[in-house]
């Protein structure tokens, strides 16, 4: 019995260890989750006093060179009302890898279900930047 649990130990660590080195993501210490939460979270106070120009200065800058001011404030409010209209949020898990990172952030809106995102970031000299966002499906209701 001790033997097959040994097993099973292992087989499930090497399977997350496999995972985190293929995108070389760990889980972040407390100095880089911080500045993490920290740009996700004055993103989504611009959001909230619908400073889109302030929301924009957060991503990345190959993402601002793709993406003009105009059409990324239509994109967030079209594709991504929930953070359009976000009256708080909780961030949650952060991985990176020094130079980049994901972090899962709760939304939370006045009459809505909370929505999970992933915010992907990339580090952007000493600041963190948002390369992308990505709406996170819950897939233990799934069959």
């Known amino acids: 019995m001790k033997t097959r649990a040994l097993l099973v130990l292992m087989l499930l660590v090497s399977s997350v260890t496999w995972s985190w080195g293929a995108d070389d993501l760990k889980p972040s210490d407390v100095r880089i989750k911080d500045a993490l939460r920290a740009v996700v979270d004055a993103q989504l106070n611009a959001f909230r006093r619908d400073d889109y120009a302030g929301a924009y200065v ?3 800058t190959e993402f601002r060179h793709q993406c003009p001011l105009d059409r990324f404030e239509r994109m967030v409010r079209i ?50 930047r948002i390369t992308g966002v990505t709406l996170l499906k819950d897939q233990t209701t799934e069959v």
């Open 58 to 60: 957060f991503s990345d």
């Open 79 to 128: 594709g991504y009302p929930a953070i359009a209209h976000s009256t708080s949020a909780r961030c949650g898990l952060a991985f990176d890898n020094g130079d980049e990172a994901t972090v899962n952030v709760r939304v939370f809106s006045d009459g809505r279900e909370p929505v999970d995102y992933q915010y992907t970031l990339r580090r952007d000299g000493e600041i963190w």
